[in-house]
T-cell receptor, first 115, second 115 residues
Framework: DAGITQSPRHKVTETGTPVTLRCHQT?????MYWYRQDPGHGLRLIHY???????DKGEVSDGYSVSRSKTEDFLLTLESATSSQTSVYFC??????????????FGPGTRLTVL | AQSVAQPEDQVNVAEGNPLTVKCTYS??????LFWYVQYPNRGLQFLLK??????LVKGSYGFEAEFNKSQTSFHLKKPSALVSDSALYFC?????????????FGDGTTLTVKP
């Protein structure tokens, strides 16, 4: 398995509180991604990074911010959590490629519940 | 724009029978296509991908997929299903003209293989 860890694995928080999820990789891959998985919606891209301090928005980025200060770490922050952000969050990584056809490797997921 | 559809939420097959999980896609250019599998409480695992060349792609665990450009399909197949193949399967697409960070995933198909 690719060396990807996510922390915490489970979190319960209250509406309005800030939450930060961490993704850590040991593969030195250039690309890192944050997805959320919800029943009936598959996987939806929140944000991704194509290098240190280089990030871009995905299709469901509202209410989320990210930071990548080191190659190995990619943080996802919910500034003020809402119940609609209750979900399972997956981090993924992929190698760089000029053509961009590399597959992604996924972490184990973080189950977040916002009460 | 790019999109992918998995028309069946659920596929049921008997062990030993062939299985097919369907995927259709839409891209403005040429596609890169991927299949991933997710076992309960786990992250997604890469199965196979189509980049170019031979339309029949072979992947992990005896799975294969056939790229059909005229039908814009990339169906996942296996000649003889195993109970252990029971899982959630995702198809993903990336237009080769799209930023390498942005793949689009289908909503997933739950495969159940009965003994």
């Amino acid at each position: 398995d690719a060396g990807i860890t996510q922390s915490p694995r489970h979190k319960v928080t209250e509406t309005g509180t800030p939450v930060t999820l961490r993704c850590h990789q040991t593969e030195n891959h250039r690309y890192m991604y944050w997805y959320r998985q919800d029943p009936g919606h598959g996987l939806r891209l929140i944000h991704y990074s194509y290098g240190v301090k280089d990030t871009d928005k995905g299709e469901v980025s509202d209410g989320y911010s990210v930071s990548r200060s080191k190659t190995e770490d990619f943080l996802l922050t919910l500034e003020s959590a809402t119940s609609s952000q209750t979900s399972v969050y997956f981090c993924a990584i992929s190698e760089s490629s000029v053509l961009g056809y590399n597959e992604q490797f996924f972490g184990p997921g973080t189950r977040l519940t916002v009460l | 724009a790019q999109s992918v559809a998995q028309p069946e939420d659920q596929v049921n097959v008997a062990e030993g029978n062939p299985l097919t999980v369907k995927c259709t896609y839409s891209v403005s250019g040429n596609p890169y296509l991927f299949w991933y599998v997710q076992y309960p409480n786990r992250g997604l695992q890469f199965l196979l991908k189509y980049i170019t060349g031979d339309n029949l792609v072979k992947g992990s665990y005896g799975f294969e997929a056939e790229f059909n450009k005229s039908q814009t399909s990339f169906h996942l197949k296996k000649p003889s299903a195993l109970v252990s193949d029971s899982a959630l399967y995702f198809c993903a697409v990336r237009d080769i003209n799209t930023n390498a960070g942005k793949s689009t995933f289908g909503d997933g198909t739950t495969l159940t293989v009965k003994p």
